[in-house]
C-alpha cells in the first residue's frame, strides 16, 4: 500500500522536485485566477448570469463572516475568500479521475496555515501597532504570556493537521474499499467526501476569520478557546 | 523478531480503536440534542443543522487525529527508518 505522506515526483527543475500536488495547485490557482478575471472583466449595473452568481458569493461571505465575528468584513473579504474558494476547489478536485487533492498533502496544508498565521500576525499589528500586538500577549496578566504563545502556535498547527487528515483519510479509505471491494463500491463514500471537502473548506476559513478577529480586537476582549467562539451570537434563549 | 515494528502496529491499531471512542460518543450526544433543538424548535432547523454539521467535524477531527498518528507509526515511523 502506498503511503499517504511520500509525495509523488512527476518531475525534476534543477534540484526541485515537482510534486502532483503542486501541478494540481497551480492547474487550480490558473482556474481560479482566470475565472474570477472573465467573471470581473465587464461588470454591469444589470448582472450577467455569472456576475449573479458571483455577486451571490461575495454577499454570503460577507454575511457569514459578519455573523461570526461581528466586524465589518470589507478588509478580511479576500484573504477569506481565497482561502476558502481554494480549498473547496482543490477538496473537490479529487472528483476528477487519476487526480489526488493537493489538500491530502501534508505541505500544501502547512503552507494555508503558515499564511493564516502570517496573516493574524499582520492584520493584528496593522490594526492595535506593534506594542499593542505585543501587549496582546500579555492578556488577562503576563503570567500567561507562555501560554499564549504557544496557543497561537499549537491552534495553527491544529488546524492545519485537521484539513489534511480530514481530506487524506478520504483519499486513503476510498483507495482502501476500491481495493478491496470493487470499482463502484466506494461511491458512497465519495458522495461523503463531497460533504467532508466542503465543511472543511468552512472550518478552515471560519477558524481563520475567528483567529484574525480576536487579533483584531486585541487586549479589548481575549477569546479563550476559539473553536468554542465560532458562534458567540447563537446561543439558545 | 522485531520488536519496533510489531509494537507499532499494535499501537497504531490501539490508537483508532480507544480515540475513536470518546469522538462516538459525543456525536452521539451532539445528534441527540440537535435532533431535540429541532422537534422543539423546527423553525430554526437550518441554523441548527448548520451548527451542527461544524460540530461534527470538529468532533470528528479528534478520531482523525488518532488516525493520523496511526499512520505516521506505520509509514513514517522514526523508529523503523
Known amino acids: 500500500m502506498k503511503s499517504p505522506l511520500d509525495p509523488t515526483v512527476l518531475f525534476q527543475i534543477g534540484p526541485v522536485a515537482i510534486t502532483q500536488a503542486i501541478v494540481t495547485t497551480w492547474a487550480i490557482m490558473a482556474i481560479l485566477v482566470i475565472g474570477a478575471f472573465a467573471v470581473t472583466r465587464r461588470l454591469n449595473l444589470r448582472p450577467t448570469r455569472w456576475q449573479a452568481a458571483l455577486e451571490l458569493m461575495v454577499a454570503t461571505l460577507d454575511t457569514q463572516i459578519t455573523e461570526t465575528t461581528g466586524v465589518a468584513p470589507a478588509p478580511y473579504r479576500g484573504f477569506i475568500g481565497t482561502l476558502f474558494l481554494f480549498i473547496l476547489v482543490a477538496n473537490w478536485s479529487s472528483l476528477l479521475p487519476g487526480i489526488d487533492p493537493p489538500t491530502a498533502r501534508l505541505e500544501t496544508d502547512a503552507a494555508l496555515a503558515v499564511l493564516v498565521f502570517l496573516s493574524v500576525i499582520w492584520f493584528g499589528i496593522r490594526a492595535s501597532g506593534v506594542g499593542g500586538w505585543l501587549k496582546s500577549f500579555a492578556t488577562p496578566n503576563p503570567v500567561m504570556i507562555p501560554l499564549n504563545i504557544l496557543q497561537s502556535l499549537t491552534r495553527v498547527f491544529s488546524m492545519f493537521v485537521r484539513l489534511f487528515g480530514n481530506v487524506m483519510s478520504g483519499v486513503f479509505i476510498i483507495g482502501i474499499v476500491a481495493s478491496l471491494a470493487g470499482l463502484l463500491v466506494p461511491i458512497p463514500l465519495m458522495a461523503l467526501d463531497l460533504l467532508i471537502g466542503l465543511v472543511q473548506a468552512y472550518i478552515f476559513a471560519v477558524l481563520a476569520m475567528v483567529f484574525i478577529a480576536s487579533a483584531v480586537e486585541g487586549g479589548a476582549r481575549t477569546q479563550p478557546n476559539a473553536d468554542l467562539a465560532l458562534y458567540p451570537t447563537k446561543k439558545d434563549p | ?81
Do not use: H, K, W
Not at chain 2, 491499531?13 to 440537535?34: C, H, Q, S, T, Y
Not at chain 2, 488516525?67 to 522514526?78: D, E, K, S, T, Y
Open chain 2, 1 to 81: 523478531m522485531d520488536y519496533a515494528l510489531l509494537a507499532s502496529i499494535f499501537c497504531a491499531a490501539f490508537a483508532v480503536a480507544f480515540g475513536a471512542i470518546g469522538p462516538a460518543l459525543a456525536e452521539g450526544r451532539a445528534v441527540a440534542a440537535a435532533l431535540d433543538a429541532i422537534a422543539r424548535q423546527p423553525d430554526a432547523a437550518n441554523t441548527i443543522s448548520r451548527t451542527l454539521f461544524v460540530g461534527l467535524a470538529m468532533i470528528e477531527t479528534t478520531a482523525i487525529y488518532c488516525l493520523v498518528i496511526a499512520l505516521l507509526l506505520l509509514f513514517a515511523n522514526p523508529l523503523l527508518a
